[in-house]
């Protein structure tokens, strides 16, 4: 089997668990500003000093509560710092997190609650305080510990929490520090459900801190003194509590970012050098930069400004890479003109000082990384599974290509078995699902079979090429990932997901997600009255409303038909359908990190497809 490895950069042995990293940055650098926290409608500095001194006041009041070793803690919120508090105040009094979004409905949050034994919890809202104690109510009772509020002056409040750990000594809370080895079960994180039922994945307190210390070395150009990010994914996903941790132990600053939607004067504040991303977030705000330019009346000017970017982004691939680049005078100048004209205000609009973006979470197309590229800000595509502690691999800085997700990150491998699977070995690797047999989660060897589909490039990097569970077979016995043809769909703002079926059917047919921002512009942009509010007041629930207007349909025909200029004819799609509906994560068809929950969407849109074949 292709397999490939990168050896430690730093020696573990002496890392015994996160909270001897937070403890020790502190010691290293107490004056360090760690985080920029929003209070009174102002941000305010806190140094490691005070971070570390505002998580041993929580695990205090934990200790108070009756929290003990191996007892399970959960913590409903969007992000924000005090879900990062009690995350390691949490992990201070040798507890286990269980991270639950804060979208949840009350039955997945009484499931996680009752799957997990959790013992306490931590709610941010008043509405998210009720939930947890309904769910719990379904279960046969109260929590044992309690339910504490984030916020509002309450009598369950976080002041009252610390309040209740005043008689608890330091040496109390030092000794239950100790007690973490790295082997330890440090978070029990609930996957995201998007193929079955979650299944809660243990991350032990050396999947974290290893893991830690290695990508921060390894991507000292990214993690270093000085830097700064605004996290704005959400922190019950691996990936956000991987790079808070990477964040605090580099040296870092991090400003949480509650609500996505008021980012931008976040931005404008927080000056970030790099942020962590969804490629959704990249696509909109490749739409909104669209959007002024059409307004503007300088839409066909902003075509070209895309295509020069992501030719020029393509340069600068090859050239990273040591290989031959030659570009032409015209080129030159018209990317030194577009980079007036437009990306210039993109690197403003998202603080001006952004160096990097790094992608993880769901597939980026690779001209939609190549743009970002091309106007001056560097694209990370990764790759990372819950049950990998988010990223196994990740492209490096200045040696990027958007096309593949890297090589593996320090200490860690992967291979690809002879049925194309990906493999995972390493640092990251988790300890096997709650209430289930370790071995079982295995190979027989001992590696993680992802359930992705891959290959490794002659130069090590690791190309994905789809799921598992995605690939098509059509009845003719094609094999069809529909991977590439979808993500070059959904770069299109008219489009909020293309989802390719086919399985055992004479050809492959898409269905087209409509976005119903991206619609309601395009209608208004295209004096289209009659389309720019029609669905203003509620989208249809799931199958939709098909959507057969010629005008709409012929701009989709033309996204089309760019996706299929690429791959083999057995990928090319000849029918599809645009639908408006609902698909949210209210909705029950799209997870919290914006991934469709593609078996039970197809499933329930039967009606749609098969009209689409018995054309």
């Known amino acids: 089997m292709e397999e490939k490895s990168v050896p430690l950069l730093v020696d573990v042995d002496d890392v015994p668990n996160v909270p001897y990293l937070i403890r020790k940055r502190a010691e290293i650098a107490p004056e360090q500003v760690a985080y920029a926290v929003l209070r009174d409608k102002t941000y305010h500095d806190v140094t490691t000093t ?55 409905s009350q039955d997945q949050v009484a499931f996680i609650l009752r799957d997990s034994d959790t013992k306490l919890a931590f709610g941010e809202t ?25 916020t509002g002056d309450v009598e369950n409040s976080m002041d009252a929490l610390r309040a209740s750990g005043k008689d608890v000594s330091d040496e109390q809370v030092r000794e239950r520090e100790s007690l973490a080895r790295p082997d330890t079960v440090a978070s029990l994180v609930y996957t995201s459900g998007t193929i079955s039922d979650p299944r809660g994945a243990a991350i032990t ?12 070395e390894e991507l000292n150009e990214i993690f ?98 040591g290989e031959p680049s030659p570009v032409g005078l015209g080129l030159k100048l018209q990317h030194a003109l577009f980079d007036k004209l437009f990306y210039s205000r993109i690197r403003q609009t998202m603080g001006g000082k952004l160096e990097y973006l790094v992608s993880g979470a769901a597939p980026l197309d690779a001209e939609l990384g190549q743009f970002f590229m091309g106007a001056g800000i560097e694209v990370l595509q990764g790759y990372g599974l819950t049950e990998t502690t988010a990223p196994i ?28 699977e990906i493999q995972a070995k390493g640092l990251g690797v988790f300890a096997g699902y709650h209430h289930s047999d370790a071995a079982e989660n295995f190979t027989e060897d001992g590696w993680f079979p992802t359930g992705d589909l891959g290959q490794l490039l002659p130069d090590g990097r690791l190309k994905i090429t789809g799921r598992a569970k995605d690939m098509i077979i059509t009845d003719s016995g094609k094999n069809i990932s529909p991977q ?40 208004k942009a295209n004096n289209r009255a009659d389309l720019a509010s029609k669905w203003d007041q509620k989208l249809p629930a799931v199958p939709g409303e098909v959507v057969t207007d010629e005008q ?20 090319r799609i000849n029918d599809f359908a645009a639908v408006m509906v609902d698909v949210s994560e209210e909705a029950g068809y799209t997870t919290p990190t914006m991934k469709l929950k593609r078996p039970k969407f197809i499933e329930h849109m039967a009606p749609v497809i098969e009209d689409l074949y018995r054309k």
């Not at 307190?205 to 921060?216: D, F, K, R, S």
């Not at 790079?243 to 970030?272: E, F």
């Open 224 to 321: 270093y003194d000085g830097a700064s990010t605004v996290l704005l994914l959400p922190l019950a996903h691996i990936l956000a509590r991987f790079v808070q941790l990477a964040v605090y132990w580099g040296g870092a600053k991090t400003t949480h970012v509650r609500d996505a939607s008021r980012i931008v004067p976040v931005l404008a504040a927080a000056q970030p050098t790099f942020m962590v991303v969804v490629p959704r977030v990249m696509s909109k705000v490749l739409a909104a930069v669209r959007k002024g330019a059409d307004e503007k009346k300088m839409g066909k000017v902003f075509d070209r400004a895309q295509k020069v970017a992501i030719a020029w982004g393509q340069h600068l691939e090859r050239s990273n890479n």
């Open 126 to 150: 008043a509405r998210h305080g009720k939930l947890l104690a309904a769910a719990a109510e379904t279960n046969g009772g109260p929590l044992a510990s309690g339910i504490w509020r984030m």
């Open 484 to 523: 590439r043809w979808q993500g070059i769909v959904d770069r299109s703002p008219l489009v909020a997901n293309a989802v390719v079926v086919g399985d055992k059917r004479p050809h492959p047919v898409a269905l087209l997600v409509l976005d119903h921002e991206g619609v309601t512009e395009w209608a």
């Open 50 to 104: 005070e971070f570390v001194a505002d998580v041993v006041a929580v695990a205090k009041g934990l200790i108070a509560q009756g929290i003990q070793v191996g007892d399970h803690v959960a913590i409903m919120s969007a992000t924000r710092y005090e879900w990062t508090v009690c995350d390691f105040a949490t992990l201070f009094v040798g507890g286990v997190v269980v991270p639950i979004y804060e979208t949840s």
């Open 205 to 216: 307190h050396g999947n974290l801190a290893h893991l830690c210390v290695n990508a921060t």
């Open 393 to 420: 691999t990740v492209n490096r800085p200045h040696r990027a290509k958007c096309d593949s997700v890297g090589i593996p990150m320090p200490g860690s491998s992967v291979r690809i078995s002879p049925d194309g």
């Open 552 to 571: 709409l349909r012929a701009a989709l025909q033309e996204v089309v038909a760019e996706a299929n200029k690429g791959g083999n004819h057995a990928e």
